[in-house]
């Protein structure tokens, strides 16, 4: 029976166990800020199982936007989603017919298991039938979300119906 | 509640600095005090934070929201008193498992200003949908 006792005999070993959690660290730091935030292309999973790679203005509880829709998961622990937040709104203000719709996670766990959401904010950009063709873990660039709307959705009709953007309240 | 993100970048880089302390020296008392710091850091009253304030007099220029960093303060605290129970118990691995956890979260926000104790939160709520979770601003 081990008794309780104020030190460990660690030796070397804890010096390793900095060291290596130290670099660890520096890996998914560096990972993490080149990753974070780019739009990752979804459009080839439309082959898949046909599950969870479309999202109906139904499952969303609010209209698409008739060109694209800017979907955001965000939970009240979320440092980056605010300026994510300013940083979508900023862009369907910009870009006509182009919706965007914040999803408070907890409140949608259905949806965070189906698209295997795992982090916030996630940014989904939907065609305009709610084809997922673009995804992005963690704060987007507003140039990012520019160019993946271009690439996504289709240009601009000149009868194009006016900007939608659903915001929830403070999260 | 508006939080200085320099006063918790700086609270992390103590943090860093205190939990190598426990791995690099085998004792339990920095591990501790950690552990009362992440508690009174949960309640919001980070005493790394009250530290900064003492230094440092100017106003931030920009605030972020207090409750993401508290609620990995809470995180925290729950590595280190698995920590603390490794220690009592003499499971080193324990010990220094759940430190050297600790010890990747606070570094990552430090160097990096990543908030891993924070993506914790959905994770959790994916396993336990029940386990809603009300910081009071």
């Not at chain 2, 949960?42 to 605030?63: E, H, I, N, Q």
């Amino acid at each position: 029976m081990p008794s309780a006792r104020a030190w460990l005999h660690v030796g070397m070993t804890g010096v390793w166990v900095v060291l290596a959690t130290l670099a660890l660290g520096t890996g998914i730091g560096v990972v993490r800020l080149r990753r974070d935030g780019r739009m990752r292309d979804m459009s080839g999973d439309r082959a898949g199982d046909g599950r969870g790679d479309r999202l109906t203005a139904e499952a969303l509880g609010v209209p698409l936007g008739p060109r694209a829709t800017l979907v955001q998961f965000s939970t009240a622990f979320c440092q980056p989603c605010r300026a994510t937040r300013r940083v979508l709104a900023d862009v369907s203000a910009l870009v006509p017919g182009v919706a965007h719709v914040e999803i408070d996670a907890e409140s949608r766990l259905d949806l965070v298991r189906e698209l295997d959401i795992l982090r916030t904010p996630t940014v989904l950009v939907l065609d305009p039938s709610g084809n997922i063709v673009k995804r992005a873990s963690g704060q987007p660039r507003k140039a990012d979300v520019l160019t993946a709307l271009a690439a996504a959705v289709p240009p601009a009709q000149p009868d194009s119906e006016t900007i939608t953007s659903q915001e929830p309240d403070e999260m | 509640m508006r939080a200085d993100p320099r006063a918790l970048r700086f609270g992390a880089a103590v943090t860093t600095l205190v939990l190598a302390a426990v791995l690099v020296t085998g004792s339990v008392w920095p591990l501790a005090a950690q552990a009362v710091v992440f508690a009174l850091g949960l309640a919001g009253r980070s005493p790394y934070g009250m530290v900064f304030r003492t230094l440092v007099k100017s106003a931030p220029k920009v605030t972020e929201d207090a409750r993401p960093p508290r609620f990995a303060q809470g995180v925290g605290l729950a590595f280190a008193v698995a920590g603390l129970a490794g220690f009592v118990a003499g499971i080193t691995p324990l010990a220094l498992g759940a430190t050297a956890a600790a010890l990747l979260a606070a570094f990552l926000n430090a160097a990096f200003g990543l908030c891993l104790g924070c993506e914790t939160y959905l994770l959790i709520r994916r396993l336990l949908p029940a386990a809603t979770w009300e910081v009071h601003q």
